[in-house]
């Protein structure tokens, strides 16, 4: 069965009741572990899991977090599912308990712990990776992780900047920078942020930081409106 066809067949099964929909996907889960499913089939199955959480069964969401190999991924797809569905408070309450649970267990396991000489980055594709390594003047070796931790921190930060929870919202956005210092889309979040707070020096230097980076021309236009503004 390939990816499409599980989805469809997934998606057959649920009802809209979070709670049943819930209990189906943990035995989808079970059985894809057990028959070593393809990978992408998985995170499928991850990712609806995600959206289908409940805040009172915390203790199962952080385990299924945790033994996640891409969980950082997986909650950033169900986190846009959940914004788009309008269902903002759950997606603030999944990103918040994901990211908690990920450094809980980085510190636990003593994970991309800083060391001299060795910076962890993750990027969204190869012309981001080669963006970065033109504009570094570090002489450190770089480590890339394969999960996509920057995406899911800069989410957050959009999500706390909606709300207006701006220090959460600069907390997650530097942190998103600091995995994937090419990510467009969180440099012009985080500026964003300032220009709210009124510190406009800040939202200029950031939107010029742009240029390093983009390789689009929609973005290259969205950095001179910003600055025309």
């Known amino acids: 069965m390939n990816i499409q066809e599980k989805i469809n067949q997934i998606g057959q099964h649920l009802t809209g009741n979070l709670s049943s929909d819930r209990e189906y996907l943990l035995l989808e889960l079970m059985e ?9 089939i998985l995170n499928a199955i991850y990712s609806f899991y995600y959206f289908c959480f409940a805040e009172r ?10 033994e ?3 969980n950082a991924n997986n909650l950033t797809i169900a986190i846009k599912s959940l914004i788009q569905t309008k269902n903002i408070d759950r997606a603030i309450y999944l ?3 994901g990211i908690d649970t ?9 994970m991309y712990r800083p060391a001299d000489g060795v910076e962890y980055r993750c ?6 990776e080669v963006l970065y390594a033109l504009r570094n003047t570090k002489k ?14 800069a989410i957050s930060g959009e999500l706390n900047a909606e709300t207006e929870n701006y220090p959460q919202a600069i907390h997650d956005l530097e942190i998103a920078l600091r995995w994937n210092p090419s990510n467009v889309d969180a440099i012009f979040s985080l500026a964003e942020v300032f220009r709210n707070k009124g510190d406009y020096e800040q939202y200029k230097d950031l939107n010029l930081s742009t240029l390093l980076y983009i390789y689009k021309k929609e973005r290259l236009a969205k950095t001179y409106y910003h600055l025309g503004v």
């Open 123 to 128: 990027f969204n594709n190869p012309i981001e």
């Open 140 to 153: 450190v070796a770089m480590m890339k992780v394969d999960v996509n931790y920057s995406n899911l921190y």
């Open 57 to 66: 069964e915390i203790d199962i969401l952080q385990r299924i977090i945790i």
């Open 32 to 40: 894809a572990k057990k028959t070593k499913a393809d990978l992408l």
């Open 102 to 110: 990920i450094e809980e267990y980085f510190t636990k396991k003593e």
């Open 68 to 70: 996640d190999p891409y």
């Open 95 to 97: 990103a918040r308990v």
